[in-house]
């Protein structure tokens, strides 16, 4: 099953002065990313990926020699989040 997450990528330093459209590029060019986009933050990069396993990606993506450290935000559906968290507050109920 394909999951979508985002991916919040920290671009090395040597990297950042005159390279870091290339890093972008780098990190677009994958192919089971979606979209790759400078932001700033926390994070230099947030890319949008589909794959079965997103930690083999978010790897296969830190494994790039612009990347310094590479975090894995998994999308879940709003519905699954909140059918959990109901069930949750339902179990503390009954105790």
């Given at each position: ?54 930690e083999k990606v ?38």
């Amino acid at each position: 099953m394909i999951s979508r997450a985002y991916l919040l990528i920290t671009v090395r330093d040597e990297w950042k002065a005159g390279k870091f459209p290339e890093a972008v590029s780098a990190v677009a060019e994958q192919a089971e990313v979606d979209f790759a986009d400078p932001v700033v933050g926390d994070a230099d990069i947030v890319a949008m990926i589909a794959a079965e396993i997103p930690e083999k990606v978010a790897d296969k993506v830190a494994a790039l020699p612009c990347v310094e450290d590479v975090r894995v935000l998994k999308i879940v559906s709003a519905r699954e989040r909140h059918r959990s968290l109901r069930q949750e507050l339902l179990q503390k109920l009954i105790r």
